[in-house]
């Protein structure tokens, strides 16, 4: 009897999470074992951005997604991208230097994945954006926020890898 009601009383909350949209199912395309991330092209002038946004995807794919980097060759699946703008903006100056408190950067991309034994579109999305604002300490600079930036970016295209609600 005891065992009877500790069962309901552990099964009760499951029911009433199954109809909250919670799951215990995967939030990934489980067809697709391996994802090919060839290096992203960069249409705006500032140099390496693609370089590190393509490693800081390859990270992120890595380290929270059931997929497996692969060759385009032999991957299931092809995550290409390009970079179409860069905004940096100061949000405020110091007064007697002149020099930048706050500043903004943005990171637009275009980017596509797809099925390469399907062909079918997986996700497209268009002036995908994300920004981080940074508040530079002594001896930082825009780099700093540019990577703060890239690290964002990388992991909000991974997040558009999951399944749609």
Same mark, same amino acid.
């Given at each position: ?24 199912? $995967?939030?990934? =395309?489980?067809? *697709? &074992? ?17 370089? &590190? ?23 299931? $699946?092809?995550?290409?991208?390009? *970079? ?7 949000? =405020? $100056? =110091? ?30 999305? &268009? =002036? ?21 930036? *890239? ?5 909000? *295209?991974?997040?558009?890898?999951? &399944?749609?609600?």
């Amino acid at each position: 009897m005891k065992w009877m009601i500790r069962t309901v009383l552990l099964t009760l909350p499951m029911l009433f999470l199954g109809g909250c949209g919670y799951t215990t199912r $995967s939030l990934y =395309n489980s067809s *697709i &074992k391996t994802v090919a991330v060839p290096m992203w092209r960069n249409e705006t002038f500032r140099r390496q951005l693609e370089f &590190k946004l393509t490693e800081a995807i390859d990270k992120n794919i890595e380290a929270r997604t059931p997929y497996r980097l692969a060759s385009r060759s032999t991957a299931d $699946s092809v995550l290409t991208g390009t *970079i179409v703008s860069v905004q940096e903006n100061v949000l =405020n $100056s =110091n007064f007697q230097t002149n020099l930048p408190q706050q500043t903004q950067v943005s990171i637009a991309v275009d980017f596509t994945w797809r099925d390469l034994r399907t062909g079918k579109v997986l996700e497209v999305r &268009k =002036n995908f954006s994300a920004s981080a604002s940074e508040v530079p300490a002594i001896g930082t600079q825009l780099p700093d926020a540019e990577q703060a930036v *890239i690290e964002r970016l990388a992991r909000r *295209i991974v997040d558009s890898m999951q &399944k749609p609600w």
